[in-house]
């Protein structure tokens, strides 16, 4: 039940969010290019204040408990998701989709934690993977049905949609309570984790070579999350169309998590992240070739292999993020991940919409490729790193080492 409500949490975020920037410009097809500065702003505001707010939730979680903070930060998301509907003023939807963004890292934190805790080290892979099956199949079907509503409400009853995520929010907390009420609480008690630490805990290698490239990946992801519905319902794509495009990926994703999850378990994490690395280079380089030449066949087919590869990348990554956490401070390393997704979605509309502003196409072309780079060369080196370990060898116990002559 644990997997069920996070689900509807994402569903809700997901179709809320795909409508999002046409409830800010009060239009349901294109976008006027004065709102784009606009909407990227608004758009921004809940990466804020998740990255400005994750870490200090992520320790809450490690000193109080992982369902206190959990159950208390859907409800707050439920509430303010119903409060979108009373105004479209631009300093009301900033505010809220700040605060928005609070309680959004910590459900994600605190969730992922939960995961880590209940999974032994042999069955990481396959657990973060039906995790992560779920986690973006409520995503991705949440933005199927948002995009399906796109097409076929008038954009004054856009507000009905934030209607739907308050009520699904609900009984993703309804859910949550009934599964963690007879759950023992692992994790809890422990002191408070200091700011040098949670520094210390962000900075360890291991960390940062899993979560610098989902801040780099979530770089193109935030580009896409706020501007796909209105881009493409503006170049003449029909909403329809489009939602049963994402639902379809949607459950590819729930049908391969958990098998690449396994693999993961099986022949390591940082094998199956180099897969994903390489479906990711290719999603992008393919992309750029079908906005040259179009859809041909050859190409799609090239984009659809490249996709099914990228997807190797989440199971792999989290399960080694769970690796390199400690049980008294899992929570925390957790929401150094959603710290990078925070700043990667932020990043992403700030930089993609200031380089198409000013080169136009061309600026995003540079902005795509710089993507591309950055994420084989975290991978390289973290497969350097893996390389020198295995020929250094395991590291000898301390309690077992000889005393000094």
């Known amino acids: ?26 239009s349901s097809v294109g976008i006027d290019t004065a709102d784009v500065g606009t909407i990227g702003l608004l ?61 959004s890292g910590a459900i994600l934190t605190t969730s992922l934690a939960l995961v ?23 995503w991705i079907l949440g933005f199927a049905v948002g995009f399906g509503f796109l097409g076929l409400l008038p954009n004054a009853t856009l507000g009905r949609i934030f209607d739907l995520g308050a009520a699904v929010l609900a009984g993703g907390f309804g859910l949550g309570f009934l599964a963690l009420r007879g759950m023992d609480e692992p994790v809890g008690g422990h002191r408070w984790i200091g700011f040098e630490e949670l520094l210390r805990t962000a900075f360890r290698r291991e960390v940062l070579l899993v979560t610098l490239p989902w801040l780099v990946i979530y770089l193109l992801l935030g580009t896409l999350f706020v501007f796909l519905g209105t881009a493409s319902t503006g170049a003449g794509i029909p909403a329809g169309e489009l939602s049963l495009l994402i639902g379809v990926g949607g459950l590819l994703l729930l049908l391969t998590q958990p098998y690449f999850g396994r693999l993961a378990d099986r022949y390591g994490r940082t094998r199956l992240m180099i897969v994903g690395t390489i479906g990711f280079v290719g999603v992008l380089a393919g992309a750029g070739l079908l906005a040259t030449f179009g859809p041909v066949p050859i190409l799609l087919g090239f984009v659809g292999v490249s ?69 084989v060369v975290l991978t390289t080196i973290r497969y350097r790193d893996g390389v020198r370990a295995a020929d250094a060898g395991p590291a000898v116990p301390v309690a077992t080492r000889p005393p000094a002559q």
């Open 307 to 375: 996709t099914l590869a990228a997807l190797a990348y989440g199971p792999a990554a989290l399960a080694a993020l769970t690796d390199a956490s400690r049980s008294f401070s899992r929570a925390t390393t957790m929401s150094v991940y959603t710290l990078s997704i925070s700043l990667g979605m932020l990043g992403g509309l700030v930089l993609s919409t200031a380089l198409f502003g000013r080169y136009g196409p061309a600026g995003l072309d540079v902005y795509f490729g710089g993507i591309a780079v950055a994420l």
């Open 1 to 26: 039940m644990v997997f069920g409500s996070t689900f509807l949490v994402r569903f809700a975020f997901g179709v809320t969010i795909s409508v999002f920037a046409s409830y800010i410009s009060g």
């Open 116 to 138: 880590g805790d209940e999974a032994g080290a042999e069955e990481r892979g396959y657990e973060m993977g039906r995790f992560d099956s779920v986690n973006l199949l409520g």
């Open 43 to 103: 758009g921004a505001m809940a990466p804020v204040g998740e990255f400005s707010t994750v870490l200090l939730t992520g320790g809450l979680a490690d000193r109080r408990g992982r369902f206190p903070v959990l159950l208390g930060a859907i409800g707050a998301a439920a509430v303010m998701m119903f409060l979108f509907t009373l105004s479209r003023n631009w300093i009301w939807l900033g505010g809220l989709n700040l605060l928005f963004g609070v309680a």
